[in-house]
Each structure stands twice: as structure tokens, then as C-alpha cells.
């Protein structure tokens, strides 16, 4: 199992315990309440089979990872949970008060999104509004007004947090997929404008030479002429786009660079003497020795050329100079050394070239040994991946607040035991809980040492306890906040030793304030509540983030990978070729006036390597340009569950369908899937693929896009996928229907 593996299984078993503790601590509390009230054998049967139900379907169905919260099982266990929570109260009134908490969290999970808050709402309402009938002070009807909002939260956060760790491994996944589908287009695009048309004209212009041998032997050598022209640059096309992909060895590069100037004559003289370089800083310094000695061969007379590599501890650069500088130098020079300023700049780096008065030419680039980490473009992706760290981030500062106001309630209640001034101090006391737990305990960017870490301890200790020895009251604050932050911020082993000995010394309190078994229980089992959930939240949001960066370094990897594998592919299959025609054109010219007959034969070898190597060309530029129409869907399925998009798939089997249709349908359903990420705020999304009648039919629907922004957005990749279309005889349609969604509809006969 690997590290990524081992993180998120433990991240999902974590979660899975606190789930469990903390929904049996609910449980526990109530049924505690329900002994307090009257232990009758009828009292205690009933109570412990209507718990033991409601904590089934909370763990089995609604808290389940992987279950499907919109099936009609769900909304069935829905209802019998509203039963469960609501019907009871008339044997059980306040100790049931906190069972509908798991009717809210469990709205929250199966309702979609424009009920399942106003469900949410009704729920908390309800709760105060019956507890009204057995209590009339106002501090206790807040209390149950905010106990089953805050319960409902943490049902919600810790059922959710655990498919959103799953759904961020799956949609992290894609994303590496679709990094790497983005670099394969790019080499499609690469090859095609940098080698289809290079190998079209050397075709034809082959073809005409061929036809020309013996009869118009001027017109003959024009064109192979030409032809050389072209397989010489088409060679560098090939080595340049190469090498961008490859990571180039400076060393191999200095005795390449040392062989090619002795064997034209030019007296060479390199001296190299640098510190270890980053891949990026080495390839870069090669790429200018290589560009270098190019363009000394190509555009000078040199006969002399000194290399030399020498840097400190922090910059490392290369000096190029020869003797042979041209009088235009400027004009000679092309767009060589415009990529190399390119590349040098964009690690930190700089590139000079200069031509002095005694016509001795200089090229001086410098480069940091250890360049800064490159961004990676600002590609605009589905915003559902960052979901789950942000919904973690609301979710725990809301639970946090929330049990906040639920201790000052009980300052409410007893304010005449605490007057203005406790309840001032009592109120600052959770105000400071509150503070720490989330600016320094729950915060991800926040690295504490030890001290300080035992610094926020103390302060929380203060705030917790002083309250409660000051004025005799344990219900004053949030010691579970202290149980928490001690599993958070020690070492494992101390953190929940000093976790379980914060739960177990408010039960001592209790007991000696002089309070009875059952507020004891509650004292401790609602400690150990609020620590796990503190403790569970902030972790799994940590492990998600951690997760996060994993499938970054996944997605850079597997672009690596594929950019080596090109580099493999463009030099195996386009360098021989284009080395063949090169050398056998330059023959071709030689024998043209000699041996005609010759000259035709070689040109017809000519044509024989041009052809495969177009052939090549496009089988390349095929193998990363198509695109499968099934993994498109099931991306499409993991980014907009992601986005929490509910999203519904009917497809056809399409198998059978021509490959260029379903290359089509393809296109159209990742931009179509991308304008609704990038553009709209929907809740729900159709994906309907049909066949009837020699016409084939995708629909892409959803509900998220108003009336005013529809035109302006749609840019130029609604036009684009209309040309592909049209290319195959069929249509495109985009706009608003009468049911008030936006469809984006392809229409492709079969014929």
C-alpha cells in the first residue's frame, strides 16, 4: 500500500469511529435522561429500541460512504428517522429533545439543495416550539432551539467528510488524467504545425523532382533544393520539440559540443567547473551550449571557440565565444535565441549576446543552481476538487459558535447566580475558547513548536476552567474545545491521554459541585463529543489538503511521463526518417547531372520514407488526439459530483458508432461539462446520449445558468464545437428551454 493509499484509508476509518463514538454518545445522553425521568422496564424497551433505530440508520444508510443519498430507500429512512425523533417526545418531552438533530444533519445529506436548508430551519423550530409545552424560561427554549441546529451540523460534516475524501481521490485521479489528455493535445499540435506540413511539401515536392530527373534538370536541382531546405529545418523541428519534453545531460551536451567543433576544424577550448544543478538549471544551460554551438556552425567562420561553465553558490554561468561573427549578426540570427531568453527568464535566469569590434561574438547566459518551483499555468479547473477544505472550514467554525452559544444559555439561565459581571467574564472565557480553537489549533498554515503549543493550551485551560472554579458552575464553557485541542496539538500518545483525562476530570467536577450520576455522565460523554468532533474535523480537513497536494504531484508526474514518452516516440519514429531524406536529398542533388537514372531511384526512396514518416506523423498525432467516449463520461460523472452537482447519465450503447462520431461526442461532452463548471451555479446536470433513426442525439442539461449571462459566456467554444459537428453533417443547438434549464444539444447523422 502506498503512502497516498494508507492516508486515505486511515482518513476514512478515522472518520468512521468518530462518527460512530460521537453518534453513540448522543444516543448514550439520551437514553441517560430517559433513566433520569423514570426507569420503568416499558420506558427503557421502548427508549433503547427507538435509539438503537435511529442510530442504524444514521450509520448505515445516511452516514454510509458510497450510499446513494437520493434513492427512495433514503428518503423512506428520511421519514422513519422524522418518526423516531418526533413521536417519542410525548412519553420522552426534554430527554428526546436531542434526537432531532439527526433529522436535520440527515436533511441536510438526502434533500436537495433548495429544501434541505429550509427543512433544516423547520427542524430547529419545531424542536423549540414543542419543548415550549413543558418549559417556559427563554435561555432553556434558545438552548433547544440551537442544540439540534448544531447537532444537525455535525451529523452533516462528519457523514460528509468522508465521501469528500473519497470523491477528492477519484476526482484528483481524473484531473491527472486530464493534465496528461492537455499534453497530448499539445504534442498533437506540435506535430501537426511543426512536421505535417514540413513532410506534405517534402511529398510533393519529391514527387515533382522525380518527374523532372533527365528532362528539366535545372528545375530538378531547384527542387531538391528546396527539399533539403525543408528536411534540414523539419530535423531541427524535430530535435527542438523533443528536447523541450527531455531532460538534457550538461556534461553529454560539453563532449557533444567538443566533437562536432573538432571535426569542423575549430580549435575548442572548454573549461567547466560548477556546483551540483537542479534538472531545470542543468537542462537550461545545456539547451544554450547546444543552441550555441548550432548557430556557430550554421552562421559563422570561426576557427576558434572557447566554452566556459563556472558559477558560486548560487548562479552558475555560460560563456560562448568564437572568433567567426558575421557582419549582420543581428539578422542571422533567428528566433534561436529569443527561446533561449525565454527559458533562461523563466527560471530566475538571463541571456546576453553581444558582438564586440574585433568580430569575435559572445553568448553569456546565467541561471540560479537553484531556480524557484514553476508555477504551473492558471487553468481555469472545476472549482468541486477545493469543496471539501472549504466546506470543512465553514462547517467547523460554525460547530465551534454553535456550542459557543449553547454553554452561554446556560449562563443565561443562571444569571442570577452569576451577575453582570460573571456572566461577562463567563462569556469572555468562551469567546477565548472559541479564538484559540479555530486561529491557532484548527488552522492549517499555523506551525506551533512545542512551547507554544503548550502556550495555547494553557490559555485555553484558563478560559475553561477558571470560569467554572471561580463560580461553581461546570456548564460555564467547553471543556471538550480543551480535549480537542490536547489531541491536536501533542504528541499521539500525550495528546489522548491528556484528551481522555480533560473528559474524565469534568466528570470529577460534577461530582464534587454536588451533582447527580446522570449530569455527570452527560458531563463527561458531551466533553468527549466536542473534542472528537473539534479533533475530527480539523484532521480530516488536513488529510484532505494532504490529499490535494498528492494528486497535484500525481498529475505533474504522469505529464512527465507522458512528455517523455513523446520525446521517445518524435525521435524513434520522425528522427531516422527525417536523417534518411535528408542524406538521400543530398545525394539526389549530386547525381542529378551525373546519373539521372540513379537520382530517380534514390528520390523514389525519397518519396517511399517521406510518406511513412507523414504516415507516422499522423498516427502520432492520432494517438493523443482521440478521445474515449466512455472515459469522458466517467470524468464528466467524478467533477460534477465533486462540484456537488447531482448529476444523472443515461447512455446508449455506443460501441457500434463510427469513431469520428464518437471522438465528436466526446469533445462536446468535456466542454460542454467545462462550461457548466466554469459558468454556472448548478445544482443539478442531465448528461442523455441516443440513437434512432440513423440520427444520434447527446443532450447536456442543467440548471444553472440565467437568462442575462448565457450569451456572454458561451465564448468561442460553442463555435468550435459547431464547426465539429457541422464537419460530420450534423447540428449543434445551445440555449434556454421552456423548463427554464439550459441545454447544449449535438445532433449527428449515421449515414
Known amino acids: 500500500m502506498t503512502l ?240 523541450s519534453y527531455r531532460e538534457l545531460s550538461l556534461t553529454d551536451e560539453i563532449e557533444s559540443a567538443r566533437s562536432v567543433l573538432t571535426a569542423a576544424g575549430v580549435e575548442t577550448a572548454i573549461e567547466a567547473n560548477h556546483t551540483d544543478l537542479s534538472p531545470r538549471s542543468r537542462t537550461v544551460l545545456a539547451t544554450v551550449l547546444r543552441e550555441g554551438v548550432t548557430n556557430l556552425l550554421r552562421h559563422s567562420h570561426a576557427t576558434r571557440c572557447s566554452i566556459t561553465i563556472s558559477g558560486t553558490d548560487r548562479h552558475v554561468s555560460i560563456d560562448i565565444i568564437n572568433d567567426g561573427a558575421p557582419a549582420e549578426a543581428n539578422a542571422e540570427r533567428g528566433s534561436g535565441l529569443a527561446n533561449l531568453a525565454t527559458r533562461t527568464t523563466a527560471i530566475g535566469g538571463s541571456l546576453l549576446s553581444q558582438t564586440s569590434p574585433d568580430r569575435t561574438y559572445r553568448l553569456h547566459a546565467e541561471v540560479p543552481v537553484d531556480p524557484v518551483t514553476e508555477e504551473p499555468a492558471r487553468d481555469e479547473r472545476p472549482a468541486g476538487p477545493m469543496i471539501a477544505t472549504r466546506f470543512a472550514q465553514i462547517l467547523l467554525t460554525a460547530v465551534v459558535i454553535g456550542y459557543g452559544l449553547m454553554a452561554m444559555t446556560f449562563v443565561w439561565y443562571g444569571y442570577a447566580k452569576f451577575g453582570p459581571l460573571g456572566v461577562t467574564v463567563v462569556a469572555a472565557g468562551i469567546a477565548g475558547t472559541a479564538a484559540l480553537a479555530l486561529g491557532m489549533v484548527s488552522r492549517p498554515l499555523v506551525e506551533l513548536d512545542l512551547p507554544r503549543r503548550l502556550a495555547v493550551l494553557g490559555g485555553i485551560a484558563l478560559c475553561v476552567y477558571v470560569p467554572q472554579l471561580v463560580y461553581g458552575d461546570p456548564f460555564s464553557s467547553v471543556p471538550g474545545f480543551l480535549a480537542g485541542s490536547a489531541a491536536l496539538l501533542l504528541p499521539r500518545v500525550a495528546g489522548w491521554v491528556g484528551f481522555f483525562a480533560v473528559a474524565l476530570g469534568q466528570g470529577v467536577i460534577f461530582d464534587v459541585l454536588g451533582f447527580d450520576s446522570v449530569d455527570v455522565a452527560w458531563g463527561i460523554m458531551a466533553t468527549i463529543n466536542h473534542g472528537l468532533v473539534l479533533y475530527a474535523l480539523t484532521r480530516l480537513r488536513s488529510m484532505v489538503t494532504e490529499l490535494h497536494e498528492a494528486r497535484e504531484e500525481l498529475a505533474n508526474a504522469a505529464v512527465t511521463q507522458e512528455r517523455l514518452r513523446f520525446a521517445r516516440d518524435l525521435h524513434d519514429l520522425l528522427g531516422y526518417s527525417l536523417s534518411a531524406i535528408t542524406l538521400k536529398s543530398e545525394l539526389t542533388h549530386r547525381l542529378v547531372t551525373i546519373d539521372p537514372e540513379r537520382a530517380r531511384q534514390e528520390l523514389g526512396e525519397v518519396l517511399e520514407i517521406s510518406r511513412q514518416a507523414l504516415a507516422d506523423v499522423r498516427s502520432v498525432a492520432l494517438s493523443y488526439r482521440e478521445l474515449s467516449f466512455d472515459e469522458e463520461t466517467q470524468s464528466a460523472q467524478a467533477l460534477l459530483s465533486a462540484a456537488d452537482i447531482e448529476v444523472t447519465v443515461r447512455i446508449d450503447e455506443c460501441d457500434r458508432l463510427p469513431k469520428d462520431v464518437t471522438v465528436t461526442l466526446a469533445t462536446v461532452l468535456r466542454e460542454g461539462v467545462t462550461n457548466l463548471l466554469r459558468h454556472s451555479k448548478a445544482e443539478h446536470c442531465e448528461i442523455v446520449l441516443s440513437h434512432a433513426r440513423g440520427l444520434v442525439t447527446m443532450d447536456i442539461v442543467n440548471d444553472g445558468i440565467p437568462t442575462t449571462d448565457r450569451k456572454s459566456r458561451d465564448g468561442s467554444g460553442i463555435g468550435n464545437l459547431t464547426t465539429r459537428v457541422r464537419a460530420l453533417g450534423g447540428d449543434l443547438h445551445a440555449g434556454l428551454t421552456p423548463e427554464h434549464t439550459y441545454r447544449l444539444r449535438a445532433e449527428i447523422p449515421l449515414n
Open 4 to 243: 497516498r493509499q494508507e492516508r486515505s484509508s486511515v482518513s476514512r476509518r478515522l472518520a468512521y469511529v468518530v462518527i460512530s463514538v460521537v453518534f453513540a454518545n448522543f444516543l448514550g445522553i439520551a437514553f441517560f435522561y430517559v433513566l433520569q425521568a423514570g426507569a420503568t422496564p416499558e420506558r427503557i424497551a421502548g427508549s433503547l429500541a427507538c435509539l438503537l433505530t435511529i442510530g442504524y440508520l444514521q450509520l448505515r444508510v445516511f452516514s454510509k460512504p458510497g450510499a446513494d443519498l437520493r434513492s427512495v430507500k433514503a428518503y423512506l429512512a428520511l421519514g422513519a428517522m422524522t418518526l423516531l425523533a418526533f413521536v417519542p417526545v410525548v412519553f420522552f418531552p426534554q430527554a428526546w429533545s436531542g434526537m432531532p438533530g439527526f433529522v436535520a444533519g440527515s436533511a441536510l445529506l438526502v434533500l436537495p439543495n433548495r429544501v434541505r436548508w429550509l427543512a433544516f430551519g423547520t427542524v430547529a423550530l419545531s424542536n423549540a416550539a414543542i419543548q415550549s409545552f413543558y418549559v417556559d424560561v427563554v435561555p432553556q427554549l434558545v438552548y433547544y432551539l440551537l442544540s439540534p441546529m448544531v447537532a444537525g451540523l455535525v451529523v452533516y460534516g462528519l457523514s460528509r467528510l468522508p465521501s469528500l475524501v473519497k470523491q477528492l481521490e477519484t476526482v484528483r485521479s481524473e484531473l491527472a488524467g486530464l493534465a496528461v489528455s492537455q499534453e497530448r493535445l499539445r504534442f498533437a499540435r506540435d506535430l501537426h504545425d511543426l512536421l505535417g506540413v514540413s513532410l506534405s511539401a517534402i511529398t510533393l515536392k519529391v514527387e515533382l523532382a522525380r518527374r523532372q530527373v533527365g528532362e528539366h534538370t535545372e528545375r530538378a536541382q531547384k527542387e531538391l533544393a528546396e527539399i533539403l531546405g525543408i528536411a534540414r529545418e523539419a530535423l531541427t523541428d524535430v530535435r527542438a520539440v523533443a528536447s
